[in-house]
């Protein structure tokens, strides 16, 4: 299987093909700045290799990528010698970490598709804001890997949600990274799947969910407090 | 949602409510958001304020006639059980609270506020 990482952070870049490298997996890596400035992207970069220098079990993976040639650097994903690239390479699984909606031209680089983990319930919450109106609403928190498609977080096959217990951070952006800290394992998973002769998908019926948008500073609020409130509950003897 | 995050939630909707009653514009002479249309589409409405209108906004571009238009269907689907029109409008007034020139926003908009707000925190308490 040819698996394409799509990033725009180096270290996550390498911790992702680390746990994306599998038997019979062959891994790849699309680095691009995308929207970020090329300041923003330099900055990154050296904060990265600082990272991946203190991080000794990445460094196979890391020269594995350099030696196999198997990491390239495009400014936009949608640049047409990315696209030469994809191409090249013929992926059949993408990891989605960038943060774009993918053209059409990009999602058609794909045999199988490029699966996101998104940091809520699918079909319930898509959109944005999502951890924040799952903990307001008392709904359950985790990461729902799904195969992408143009629109969003419509595409129709999930893979699988992932609880994850969140009630231990201390607020919104803590619990939050905990969510996509996740994404390595959750990929690594979601190929083992992928490799068996038949996964199985979950339909993502979006008749049976909402579409959430950036959410106010006040319900912001109400979501932290509810957090607390989780960890107090977490806190307390059973 | 249950009782403890009802709760939560009330306090804050009652306080934003202190907060609204006391704005000048809301106490101004009596405006309406114009009325919507008998097809009007209060999802399409909600993605449409939320991704193209609120931006404009916050960048001091946006059509003050498309929100209060798209205000108004969105307030027509406002119930305790979605609350995300209702938080379009949250988004709205921090918006105008935050960054845009005093009276950017209608008075029509802080009365519309307000009557939702009241009303979500009667059903919340019922």
Known sequence: MNVLVLTENLFQAVRVAAAASLPGVRVHVLLCRNRKSRLVMLLGLARALARLCAAPPLWPTAASLALRRALRYFPRVDDPRALDFLRRVNPDVGLHGMDVIYKPAVLDCFARGILNPHIGLLPEFRGRSVLEWSLALGAPVGVTAFFIDAGVDTGPDILRFTPVDVRSAPDLNAAKKRLFDQAPAIFRDCLKRLSAPHPVFLPNDVAKGRRYYAMSALMRDVAEACLRLENEDAKRPS | ?126
């Open chain 2, 1 to 126: 949602m249950d009782v403890r995050r009802r709760a939560i939630l009330a306090a804050a909707l009652r306080a934003r409510l202190a907060d609204v009653s006391a704005r000048p514009e809301t106490g101004a002479a009596p405006g309406a958001l114009p009325a919507p249309g008998p097809d009007a589409d209060a999802e399409e409405a909600l993605r449409r304020l939320m991704v193209s209108v609120v931006p404009r906004l916050a960048a001091g571009g946006a059509d003050m006639d498309e929100l209060c238009h798209l205000l108004a269907v969105v307030a027509t689907a406002a119930r305790p059980d979605d609350l995300r029109f209702l938080d379009a409008f949250h988004r709205v007034y921090e918006l105008g609270a935050a960054g845009l020139p005093r009276g950017a926003l209608p008075a029509a908009f802080h009365q519309a506020y307000r009557r939702l707000l009241a009303a979500t925190l009667e059903d919340l308490d019922g």
